[in-house]
């Protein structure tokens, strides 16, 4: 079964490495038989957030998962999280959830942090990307 969003994002072109990439890890999660919801909140973490992962778990359940398939994993991604907040709010959950706290890419070695396009380059190549499709709309190509 391929990866399937039920809220479809904008479509994003990426670099040959980048796709051969995404297309292994859906190749994983065929094989592995498994959906997984992914949550990213720019925020700390907050006991809502796994309510609304959980409600998230049950549509793709209900919407995308076969009777074969194992059970649809949760991850849930926050700027900070407390361990001890996070426990009780996935404590009576049955599904199963993790939440993780995701670093900047000043976190990132030097090595890599070089390698990675910097936020303000990324936002250039949109902008790009932005012009280049409105020109295709008004002046058709």
Sequence with gaps: MAAKRIVQQPAASFPSDYAELLEDLKSRIRTA?????LAVNTTEFKPEYAGKLNFYLSAVD???????????????????????????????VGK??????YRLAQAL???LRSALPSVE??????????EEKL????YGG
């Design 33 to 37: 038989r498994v959906q997984a919801a």
């Design 62 to 92: 209900d919407l995308l998962r076969h009777p074969q398939d194992n059970p649809t994993v949760g991850i849930l991604l926050c700027k900070e999280k407390n361990r001890v907040v996070v426990e009780y709010a996935l404590r009576d």
């Design 96 to 101: 199963p959830l993790g939440v993780a706290e």
């Design 109 to 111: 070695p030097a090595e």
């Design 121 to 130: 380059e990324l936002e250039a190549e949109l902008a790009k990307l932005d």
């Design 135 to 138: 020109e295709e709309e008004v």
